[in-house]
């Protein structure tokens, strides 16, 4: 009797956690699924999860892509941007924050408020100048605009995430191996980069799987199909006139989240401290 | 100067560089065309406050997509909030499936701003769609439009909204972790209810984490861009025009650059004052004590 007490309300919570989390990835697993099933039986067969053959034909006709650019070409370029904009943005953000962090200049205050502002300040705002200026150094219809200004330590969340971790580190390491003869570039690269390398990886996986995500600027400067990225490639299947290939369109989906999710499956610990401890947007 | 300030100029440099060349130096020139009749091809002409004027007393469908975009903004953040605080007190509970559940409710918020949910979310909820097939299995055929009807088509990009409250999840969960369990203990011996200690111990303990996430939910709210843009374009009959794709229509499709540099700089005032007006609110509902 008193086990039944105990394990009935158990029971209960489980079946009722486990049915709102069935809800809640309903929507994926249900692409996921018909990205299996015969283009025009999808729709037919909508309330049926689990497809009865499965198939990878969506996946071929997926992959042919549009005009003769294959998928490939799209995910090659997604990958080659969101890889470089990080490696750049990662590097860049980690020597800000060194120099934040442990050296004092004049005009550090200064700088370190722009940065809390810079947070705040939204991308739309900068939308149309950053436009304009990238059209006067011709940098209009090339990756520039998506790559180079990361190289400057433009994202603020990052500085911070990384200045609150390199303050965590004991100073007395600098001390000594100033001591030691050691210059600042020197502290930096063989003391304080190795240590943070925790923090890297967080700003790194947030870095990527924005680029990855990113639809606004590859729509803005991005006018060449061959130079799409996933996100912008996707789109093309929604566009009125388009040859409404469904099945294909959930398969390249399913494709263009695959990265997301593998981070999400191995990396969670990094992406649930970035979270939690700074309010990253996961 | 010295050894370390020279460093730390220069350590800096990356940020001073890009400070300067990609957000101030921008920021000025939009100021300045704010104020201009500009269509990107020919030169600025000084107009002064007209374009602002324009916005104010001579545009419908600006004031129509402020009003929609408060309205999102207004609903879906405090839903997202009370789901995202409600299943984090589930998931504080210890079990073997603990990691799992939190896992699965935390995902939709990993995926969810890209394209490829935008598009499943179309096809989810069109007149054909998936969710139509669904109630139309329990009987009679269903095809409503949820897209094509004013009065539904701006809660398809809500449920969307709603549905990623799992990063606010992760926030309050750490935030939960960390309220220490003697207040509880405490409680029980003084005979208090589980209600009166989430109001009186949990709730109050929370109120900055809270504010922590209302204040970024509905900046993020205001600028929700990608979803409206695939999902309806502003349509039906702009009920769910978005300030932002309002202003990329207005800088991108139509050039009218000016206008649309006007519209971004009252939108980041907007963004300030609604900013502002929150940390207002702070000392009257969150809890700044020390434990």
């Known amino acids: ?282 | 100067m010295s050894k370390e300030s020279t460093a730390g100029v220069i350590f800096s440099l990356p940020f001073i560089i890009g400070l300067i060349a990609f957000i101030l130096v921008p920021m000025g020139m939009s100021l300045y065309y704010s104020f201009c009749d500009y269509n990107i091809i020919s030169e600025p002409v000084f107009v002064g406050l007209d374009n602002y004027k324009k916005l104010f007393t001579g545009d419908e469908i600006f004031l129509t997509s402020l009003g929609i975009t408060f309205r999102f903004a207004l609903i879906s953040v405090p839903l997202r909030l009370f789901f995202a605080l409600a299943v984090a007190m589930i998931l504080l509970k210890k079990t073997r499936m603990t990691g799992f559940y939190r896992a699965t409710y935390y995902l939709p918020s990993i995926i969810g701003g890209s394209v490829a949910v935008s598009i499943l979310w179309k096809r989810l909820f069109a007149s054909d769609g998936v969710l139509n097939l669904l109630i139309s299995g329990l009987g009679e055929p269903f095809t409503y439009s949820w897209l094509g009807n004013t009065s539904t088509a701006i809660w398809v990009l809500i449920i969307l909204s709603v549905w990623q409250f799992g990063s606010s999840m992760l926030i309050f969960l750490a935030s939960l972790k960390q309220i220490p369990t003697s207040l509880y203990e405490a409680a029980k011996v003084d005979g208090a209810s589980r209600a009166s200690q989430f109001c009186k111990i949990t709730f109050p303990l929370l109120t900055p984490t809270l504010f922590f996430n209302l204040v970024m939910q509905t900046i993020n709210g205001f600028l929700a861009f990608t979803q409206c843009y695939i999902i309806t374009q502003g349509k039906p009959m702009n009920s769910t025009l978005f300030y932002t794709v309002y202003m990329y229509q207005q800088s991108f499709e139509y050039y009218h650059t000016g206008y649309g540099a006007a519209m971004a700089w009252v939108m980041l005032a907007l963004i300030a004052m609604i900013t502002w007006l929150l940390f207002g609110t702070k000392k009257f509902w969150v809890y700044d004590g020390g434990l």
């Open chain 1, 1 to 282: 009797m008193n086990k039944v007490r105990k394990t009935l309300p158990a029971a209960i919570y489980h079946i009722v956690v486990c049915f709102f989390g069935f809800v809640m990835i309903f929507p994926l697993v249900w692409m996921i699924m018909s990205s299996f099933k015969p283009t025009n039986t999808i729709f037919t067969t909508a309330s049926q999860l689990i497809p009865e053959t499965w198939e990878l034909q969506n996946y071929v006709n997926g992959w042919k892509g549009f005009a003769d650019i294959s998928f490939g070409v799209f995910f090659g370029n997604s990958l080659f941007i969101a890889t470089v904009a990080t490696l750049g943005t990662v590097l860049s953000s980690s020597m800000v924050a060194f120099g934040f962090a442990r050296c004092r200049f004049r005009g550090r205050g200064l700088l370190f408020v722009a940065m809390l502002l810079s947070m705040m300040l939204p991308a739309q705002v900068l939308m149309i100048p950053q436009y304009l200026w990238y059209q006067k150094l011709s940098w209009i219809g090339t990756y520039m605009p998506m790559i180079a200004p990361y190289f400057f330590a433009i994202q603020g969340f990052f500085i911070y995430l990384m200045v609150n971790f390199i303050n965590g580190l004991p100073k007395e390491l600098d001390e000594a191996a100033k001591i030691d003869g050691c210059s600042y570039a020197g502290i930096y690269a063989k003391i304080i980069l190795p240590l943070t390398v925790p923090a890297l990886i967080t700003a790194g996986i947030f870095s990527f799987m924005w680029r990855w995500d990113d639809f606004l600027s590859a729509l803005l400067y991005v006018n060449k199909s061959v130079m799409y990225p996933v996100s912008l490639a996707l789109k093309l299947f929604c566009d009125p006139g388009s040859t409404s290939d469904f099945g294909a369109m959930f398969a390249m989906a399913t494709l263009s989240i695959i990265p997301s999710v593998l981070i999400f499956i191995f990396l969670q610990r990094y992406l649930v401290e970035g979270i939690s401890t700074s309010g990253l947007k996961g």
